[in-house]
């Protein structure tokens, strides 16, 4: 598995898959041809029919230069190995200089067709899911924050990681007003925020915080991939709530959230964090098993309650469909974002009441989420053609 930087990217949202991975495929396949005057960048499967909501003509076109890119969206072909999959084309005087076929898998992350999903740049840590992690901890006598701790050298980033979660969060509670896109969504972080302001309770905290980083990133602001664009309100919430209204320090903060890292890096390696793959289980899902883990570290959870929680909360998100209305990442990605920061400590607070026991564990419910998601319809797959999408809305 590679180190907890590559799965927390710090960037634009609204979305890793369809903004960041394709504005960085972009950047490489730029760099390769610098002396091209014409670029054109067809566009595949989730990735033409939810592009437009996302940006991800608007990221390509920015990257490459708007006078000289043409964005094509090819809403009829998709590619086995993944749904978000765009090719590149570079000419020079007319003549085709270069080409590259990539696909943007998730959280940021690009791979080339057929390339194993399991590949990463570095093997940081020695195991590869949870069992054999446990088991390492409990010969080691280590926590798994210590885990993290010995093998990835993350501590100075993830404060950086934690700055620009807050820092987003405290924007998003002060801002008022409208969404952009068709749907004309007012933001409500500021109001919630000033109920709580008025008569003070963690959970208007936690809805407001929530809210605050899912309405920025839905504004195309900086956030951080937690394990994506669309889900990087939930974790934050938890962390910021934890701070400001239980006074929770810093270092347990930064610990909790190696653990949280870790855990969303076994879903990532073992399964998936694409909701144009596995529907939205893999983003807001994830998220919240990474938040879950997380809080019960924070309220003193031992690796085995801390392994339930994650469990707990990835398998209570199990079929969770992607269906975003306009292809926006707003209805239903926004709500889903203080939803699932609420259940994330719901798991945690049940699985610290029990000795962390279970018969399901956190790797298989990782297999079954990602079988879940192939079986999935692709309607259901960040394809806003079913659904949500679908229904008549109050505008
Ligand atoms: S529904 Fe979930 S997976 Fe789909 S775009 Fe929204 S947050 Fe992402």
């Known amino acids: 598995m590679d180190s907890i930087k590559n799965l927390f990217k710090i960037g634009y949202g ?4 369809h903004t960041m991975g394709p504005q960085k495929a ?12 014409k670029f054109i960048c067809d566009l595949y499967g989730s990735l033409a029919l939810t592009g437009k909501g996302h940006l991800t003509d608007y990221i390509i076109k920015k990257t490459l230069g708007e006078e000289r890119t043409i964005v094509n969206f090819l809403y009829d072909k998709t590619y086995d190995y993944h749904p978000n999959g765009l090719k590149f084309y570079a000419y020079k005087d007319n003549k085709l200089i270069d080409e590259w076929l990539v696909f943007s898998v998730g959280g940021g992350d690009l791979k080339e067709l057929n390339e ?8 940081i840590y020695p195991h ?16 798994l924050a210590d885990y993290v701790k010995r093998f990835d050298d993350v501590t100075d980033y993830l404060k950086e990681v934690m700055n620009t979660m807050f820092n987003t969060i405290e924007i ?36 407001a915080s929530a809210l605050a ?30 701070k400001i209204y239980h006074h929770t320090d810093d270092e347990v903060l930064i610990k909790a959230l190696m653990v949280a890292g870790l855990v969303g ?19 807001i899902g994830s998220a919240c098993s990474m938040a879950a883990a997380c809080q019960a570290y924070i309220i003193g959870g031992n690796n085995y309650q801390i392994e339930y929680a994650s469990e707990i909360a990835l398998e209570h998100n199990l ?25 994330a400590i719901d798991a945690a607070n049940y699985a610290i009441l029990t000795d962390g026991t279970h018969r399901v564990s956190f790797d298989e419910i990782i297999k079954v989420m990602m079988e879940t998601g192939i079986d999935l319809s692709s309607k259901y797959k960040e394809t806003s053609i079913g659904g949500l999408a679908k229904r008549e809305i109050n505008k």
């Open 265 to 283: 890096n076994i879903i990532k390696f073992n399964g998936s964090i694409s909701g144009a793959e596995v529907g939205c289980q893999g983003e």
């Open 213 to 242: 980083t899912a309405e920025e990133n839905a504004n195309g602001g900086i956030v951080v991939t937690s394990p994506t664009c669309g889900a990087s309100g939930v974790l934050p919430a938890v962390l910021y709530s934890s």
């Open 128 to 143: 590869k899911n949870m069992r054999d992690i446990l088991e390492y901890c409990k010969k080691e006598n280590l926590t």
């Open 116 to 123: 194993s999903r399991k590949t990463s740049t570095k093997d």
């Open 172 to 207: 998003g509670l002060n801002t008022k007003g409208t969404l952009p896109g068709s749907l004309k969504l007012n933001r409500r972080a500021n109001d919630i925020y000033l109920k709580y302001l008025e008569n003070k309770s963690f959970s208007k905290l936690l809805y």
């Open 319 to 343: 079929g969770l469909t992607c269906d975003p209305i306009d292809g926006l990442v707003q209805i239903p990605c926004i709500e889903r974002n203080p939803l699932a920061s609420a259940k």
């Open 14 to 17: 609204p979305s890793s898959s």
């Open 26 to 37: 972009a950047k490489i396949f730029l760099e390769k041809n610098l002396n091209a005057d």
